[in-house]
């Protein structure tokens, strides 16, 4: 199943709004579409115990995770911690990392690494910030992130790798990429994963689009045959939204 549609809470929420939000999604999952999986990826500090708890086939992500094994590495929580804890996968990649916090290329190759050494599932992020936008080199970034964070994964491996296609000038900025711009990009990263895999695990994997993406773009952005879901910020911490949000990515 291709299609996910995943909340990225980022730092929002106290764990009791947390705790509710989940309960009340959890309770929600009945009448989600059955071809849509649902992920959140809450704050660190909540992972283990909502991931531990009820949550009705809700997929729980954190949202980033250690480029290092476990060791002497004070403050830093690793892809085996997240296994142990029960998570499912670790965003890895994602624009506010990589600007905020110094996450290059080779950081996030290795914490790709990490994550498949220790069975945890990736959503590994690409997205190309304003300037490369407007000189047209979108494609030539993205490409050089997927090969920098593909370097030594093989086929096998990308069974647990989900791609998130961000473009950065659309990430909390209120301005979506148009579905034509979004259905390219995701074409695009499709061709590139033909041609560094095979086809069939070009057709296996999940790409989802982020960006300000809200019940109100979803149902046109989703249309797209190579756009499987969303990552979505902001209108994840509405839960009506994100319902709304999910029931757009249904293919049924
Ligand atoms: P946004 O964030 O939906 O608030 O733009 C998306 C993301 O950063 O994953």
Same mark, same amino acid.
């Given at each position: 199943?291709?299609?996910?549609?995943?909340?990225?809470?980022?730092?929002?929420?106290?764990?009791?709004?947390?705790?509710?939000?989940?309960?009340?999604?959890?309770?929600?999952?009945?009448?989600?579409?059955?071809?849509?999986?649902?992920?959140?990826?809450?704050?660190?500090?909540?992972?283990?115990?909502?991931?531990?708890?009820?949550?009705?086939?809700?997929?729980?992500?954190?949202?980033?995770?250690?480029?290092?094994?476990?060791?002497?590495?004070?403050?830093?929580?690793?892809?085996?911690?997240?296994?142990?804890?029960?998570?499912?996968?670790?965003?890895?990649?994602?624009?506010?990392?990589?600007?905020?916090?110094?996450?290059?290329?080779?950081?996030?190759?290795?914490?790709?690494?990490?994550?498949?050494?220790?069975?945890?599932?990736?959503?590994?992020?690409?997205?190309?910030?304003?300037?490369?936008?407007?000189?047209?080199?979108?494609?030539?970034?993205?490409?050089?992130?997927?090969?920098?964070?593909?370097?030594?994964?093989?086929?096998?491996?990308?069974?647990?790798?989900?791609?998130?296609?961000?473009? +950065?000038?659309?990430?909390?900025?209120?301005?979506?990429?148009?579905?034509?711009?979004?259905?390219?990009?995701?074409?695009?990263?499709?061709?590139?994963?033909?041609?560094?895999?095979?086809?069939?695990?070009?057709?296996?994997?999940?790409?989802?689009?982020?960006?300000?993406?809200?019940?109100?773009?979803?149902?046109?952005?989703?249309?797209?045959?190579?756009?499987?879901?969303?990552?979505?910020?902001?209108?994840?911490?509405?839960?009506?939204?994100?319902?709304? +949000? +999910?029931?757009?990515?249904?293919?049924?």
């Amino acid at each position: 199943m291709r299609n996910i549609v995943a909340g990225n809470w980022k730092s929002n929420k106290s764990i009791n709004e947390a705790r509710e939000r989940i309960a009340v999604m959890g309770a929600a999952m009945g009448s989600m579409p059955k071809d849509v999986r649902v992920m959140i990826a809450p704050p660190a500090p909540y992972l283990s115990e909502l991931s531990g708890g009820e949550r009705n086939g809700i997929l729980i992500a954190a949202q980033q995770v250690s480029a290092f094994s476990d060791g002497a590495y004070t403050g830093e929580f690793t892809a085996n911690m997240l296994v142990s804890c029960g998570v499912d996968f670790a965003l890895v990649g994602h624009s506010e990392r990589r600007a905020d916090f110094g996450e290059s290329d080779e950081i996030v190759a290795k914490k790709v690494r990490r994550c498949i050494d220790a069975g945890l599932g990736v959503v590994l992020c690409c997205g190309e910030n304003l300037a490369s936008r407007d000189n047209g080199s979108q494609e030539s970034v993205i490409k050089a992130q997927l090969v920098s964070a593909f370097e030594g994964v093989s086929s096998e491996e990308m069974a647990g790798v989900v791609v998130a296609y961000e473009p +950065i000038w659309a990430i909390g900025t209120g301005r979506t990429a148009s579905a034509a711009q979004a259905a390219e990009m995701h074409s695009f990263i499709r061709s590139y994963l033909a041609d560094r895999f095979d086809e069939d695990i070009a057709f296996r994997t999940s790409i989802l689009y982020g960006g300000s993406c809200k019940p109100s773009n979803a149902d046109e952005i989703f249309r797209s045959p190579d756009v499987d879901g969303g990552l979505i910020g902001g209108a994840s911490l509405d839960t009506s939204d994100f319902q709304l +949000i +999910i029931k757009s990515d249904s293919s049924l």
